[in-house]
């Protein structure tokens, strides 16, 4: 990462800290958003997280804001793939989606 004047680095991630408290706000429904505001709030997050920013301060962010890692796990899943997301989580979900999918199949559309 190339050194940034510590007042630019500053602001982006005053920036980044307010536009993830937000989203984390709109994902726990602590208030009401409407589906294109709730757009442009998550593209606000990934512009937030564009361009170099120091890795602890990413995870910190990430940690305090999970809706706003997750928006950073998705802009690097090509690369990185599920790396901030528990391995027990995705394990559940994976094992979760198989069942599903298998009483699907079956006709039984009850869990």
Do not use: W
């Amino acid at each position: 990462m190339a050194a940034q004047p510590l007042g630019t680095v500053r602001t982006r991630l005053e920036e980044l800290i307010a536009v993830s408290r937000l989203l984390e706000g709109a994902e726990r429904h602590q208030f009401r958003i409407a589906a294109d505001e709730y757009q442009l709030l998550v593209a606000r997050v990934r512009r937030a997280f564009e361009g170099d920013l120091p890795a602890e301060a990413i995870k910190a962010v990430s940690d305090a804001f999970p809706s706003a890692g997750e928006v950073y796990e998705n802009m690097h899943y090509a690369r990185s793939g599920l790396s901030m997301s528990p391995l027990e989580r995705s394990v559940s979900s994976e094992m979760a989606a198989s069942q599903a999918l298998q009483r699907f199949t079956r006709g039984k559309t009850t869990p």
